[in-house]
C-alpha cells in the first residue's frame, strides 16, 4: 500500500527555557533518513520551482518561519502551511512537490531516505504527469 502525503506531529518537550523536538530514523519518519538538507534565505513571498522524485521520500519540516508546501500525485493539488517546527510533512514518491509563500527568515529541513542522486529528480511536470498515467 502506498503511503500518501500527510502531517505528521513530532514529539515535543515543553519547558519554560525552550522546547525541544526529536527526529529519529524508522521512529518518527516511516523511512531511515539518509540525508539531511535545509533551505534559507529565501526572500519573502518567494517560490521555489517544483519537482518529483522517481524514488525518494521526505519529511518536510519549518524550522523557522513559514511556507506553503503543493503537492500533487496526479489526482489534484495539496496546499500544506508549514509553521510549526514540531509538525512534519511526509512526501511520497512520485509526488510533485513546490514550495511557496515563504515568509522572511524561514528555514526548510528536508530529511529523506536517499544519498542525492540527480537521477531521481523529475524536473519537467509534463513528464512527471506521462510517468504517473503510465
Known amino acids: 500500500m502506498k503511503l500518501k502525503p500527510h502531517i505528521m506531529e513530532l514529539p515535543r518537550v515543553i519547558d519554560p527555557r525552550g522546547n525541544l523536538s526529536v527526529i529519529e530514523s524508522d521512529i518518527q ?59 512534519g510533512l511526509y512526501v511520497p514518491p512520485m509526488t510533485w512537490r513546490k514550495l511557496d509563500n515563504f515568509s522572511t527568515n524561514s528555514v526548510v529541513l528536508v530529511l529523506s531516505n536517499t544519498k542525492y542522486d540527480a537521477a531521481d529528480y523529475i524536473e519537467d511536470y509534463e513528464d512527471y504527469k506521462r510517468q504517473i498515467c503510465q
Open 29 to 87: 519518519v516511516p523511512f531511515k533518513i539518509e540525508r539531511a538538507y535545509w533551505i534559507y534565505d529565501v526572500p519573502g513571498g518567494m517560490f521555489r520551482n517544483g519537482h518529483a522524485f522517481r524514488t525518494q521520500h521526505e519529511l518536510i519540516v519549518a524550522l523557522s518561519g513559514s511556507f506553503d508546501v503543493v503537492l500533487d500525485d496526479g489526482s489534484g493539488e495539496q496546499r500544506f502551511h508549514m509553521a510549526r517546527s514540531y509538525y
